[in-house]
């Protein structure tokens, strides 16, 4: 192996793996593997596979789907993302819900509860106890 005198351009390796998706106007686009079950969920709730021009699930069944192959499932079989939409206002929605968890755990966090195995007792000591029940 030869080593360079020096280094070629420098940049992050990270964003290559990502798979760009256009986005159509009023709509939120994302490519989902398909593992066990994962394109199921989407559907449920309220996502869309992006058809290729021109074709109908109907007529063209599965082959209607814009997908990309993106690497193997478990077993060794191939693994396609499917690109799919969503309606702005429902994605916006479900990032709302989200981020009610999300902001109730940091609540947790950072009043901390003392004798509460694995729990997080922030330096200021807080002593709060603060508890939440996930909505299903």
Do not use: C
């Not at 290559?16 to 066990?36: H, M, S």
């Not at 309220?46 to 021109?54: A, I, P, S, V």
């Not at 994605?91 to 901390?112: F, L, P, S, T, W």
């Amino acid at each position: 192996m030869s080593r360079r005198k020096s280094r070629p351009k420098r940049g992050s390796m990270g964003l290559e793996a990502q798979l760009y998706a256009e986005q159509i106007d009023g709509l939120v686009a994302r490519w989902v593997n398909d593992k066990p079950g994962r394109l199921d969920n989407f559907v449920e709730h309220g996502w869309e596979f992006r058809l290729k021009k021109g074709a109908s699930e109907k007529g063209d069944g599965i082959d209607a789907r814009i997908s990309k192959f993106v690497g193997n499932q478990k077993d060794g079989t191939p693994m396609r993302a499917y690109l799919m939409d969503i309606d702005i206002d429902w994605y916006d929605e479900d990032q709302a819900d989200k981020q009610q968890v999300n902001d109730r755990v940091d609540e947790v966090i950072e009043a901390g509860v003392e004798g509460v195995a694995n729990s997080y007792i922030p330096t200021d000591g807080g002593k709060s106890p603060v508890t939440f029940k996930e909505k299903h």
